[in-house]
């Protein structure tokens, strides 16, 4: 079964939020696989309502270490795309499944499955980006590990949306 999330909690009577990236590297949307379940990532995206002040880099990417954050919950913030689907495994809590990070970590490890450049000038690289993974190239996340969207905007913040589009394997 598929799940998308955002980083924010899915939209009520507004429409989806977005978040500041502020000006040093941020996780802006992360995602904890259980013990029991790795991830295999369909899709995801970004865009930005205003270009960065300076050239920024957005990441996708696996880390060893969790990123504090503001916590999903299963109900409002992890979209499981079949309306007759069970929920996902990859509960919310402030070092779990979440957006918007606090404070970053210490990471040790990483991979990195995709980087994005971002130009300081609109329209020269785009302020919206998709990435659709086809079925032999499609990252699988490892157990109890943290996927991540990070945004470097260097000089002034830009405020961002972003997604995943995830699947469990296991």
């Known amino acids: ?37 790795m991830i295999q990532i369909l899709e995801w995206g970004f865009s930005l309502d205003d ?29 499981n795309l079949d309306p007759n689907g069970t929920n996902s495994l990859c509960i919310g809590g402030s070092a779990l499944t979440g957006y918007t ?10 991979r990195v499955f995709d980087t994005v450049s971002l130009s300081s000038v609109s329209g020269e690289s785009g302020l919206s980006y998709v990435r659709t993974f086809m079925p032999d190239d499609r990252p699988i996340v490892a157990l109890s590990k943290f996927l991540r969207i990070r945004a470097t905007c260097p000089t002034t913040a830009s405020d961002m949306r972003c997604f995943i589009t995830f699947v469990e394997v296991g």
């Open 101 to 110: 990070a606090t404070a970053e970590g210490t990471i040790t490890a990483t």
């Open 1 to 37: 079964m598929p799940y998308t999330t955002w980083n924010g909690p899915a939209p009520t009577t507004a429409a989806q939020q977005s978040v500041t990236t502020g000006t040093a590297i941020k996780t802006m949307l992360q995602v904890a696989t259980p013990s029991t379940r």
């Open 51 to 79: 270009p960065p002040g300076a050239d920024g880099v957005i990441e996708l990417l696996q880390t060893d270490v969790a990123a504090t954050v503001t916590a999903h919950t299963t109900a409002t913030g992890i979209i």
